[in-house]
């Protein structure tokens, strides 16, 4: 079946240092989406990219979706303490698959 | 606030026992997910529902079923509870039922199993 992988498991960074996480599907996506679970909190959708090699910016957070679809990215850059929290990335196959498969998430943690 | 209504917010139980979370989705929205998460684990998907009709399974254990009433109110049940069924218990919703629509996840229900 379909599988996302994500990596790094964890990271830890100094404030101020820029964070990234990767995701990668052995399969063609039609859609990557991004969600940020604060401690204590539940998964929150930060941005959904459909197109081949699409770029998409929210203030300090870049995502990237590859040309090939398989394989997307978030970068953080100059980190705060507020950025702390665990980010998924969510595949949608499209077709007949409604349900989304999410990567085991990367764990961050920001040292002020 | 997501819209997404679970509860409880808290369950205690022991072993054997059998439990019923409930999940009302966001309002306009036909279709629901659950998911399990163990402590400091993934998202692990069990069932989506889509306007009462079972859509998509995952790792989802014979012990556990789910059902989306006509008011599209949804319910996990969990039976016959074993230690490891202890984790956080998520409800989503989406507009539709295709892999393409954000879900939008409740607060969850946190499940202890003495």
């Known amino acids: 079946g379909q599988q996302v992988m994500q990596i790094p498991q964890y990271q830890h960074v100094q404030e101020g240092e820029d964070f990234t996480t990767y995701c990668n599907s052995s399969?063609?996506?039609?859609?990557i989406q991004w969600y940020k679970q604060r401690p204590g909190g539940h998964p929150v959708f930060l941005i959904q990219?459909?197109?081949?090699?699409e770029v998409k910016k929210q203030k300090r957070l870049t995502f990237q979706f590859g040309e090939a679809k398989k394989n997307s990215s978030l970068h953080i850059t100059a980190t705060q303490t507020t950025d702390v929290g665990t980010y998924f990335c969510?595949?949608?196959?499209?077709?007949?698959?409604?349900?989304?498969?999410f990567g085991k998430g990367t764990k961050l943690s920001v040292k002020p | 606030d997501s819209g997404v209504t679970q509860t409880p917010k808290h369950l205690i139980t022991a072993t054997g026992q059998r439990v019923t979370l409930r999940c009302s989705p966001r309002?306009?929205?036909?279709?629901v997910y659950w998911y399990q998460q163990s402590l400091d684990q993934g998202l692990q998907f069990l069932i989506q529902?889509?306007?009462?009709?079972?859509?998509a399974k995952g790792n989802i254990l014979e012990r556990f079923s789910a059902q989306q009433f006509p008011d599209l109110h949804s319910e996990l049940n969990l039976s016959s509870l074993e230690l490891g069924d202890s984790a956080l218990y998520f409800c989503?919703?989406?507009?539709?039922?295709?892999?393409?629509?954000?879900?939008?996840f409740g607060d969850g229900t946190r499940l202890s199993i003495l």
């Open positions: 990219l459909v197109k081949s090699g």
């Open positions: 529902y889509y306007n009462g009709e079972e859509r």
């Open positions: 309002s306009g929205d036909l279709s």
């Open positions: 969510a595949g949608g196959y499209g077709g007949s698959q409604g349900n989304l498969i």
């Open positions: 989503a919703s989406s507009k539709e039922d295709r892999g393409n629509q954000p879900q939008h």
């Open positions: 399969t063609t996506l039609s859609n």
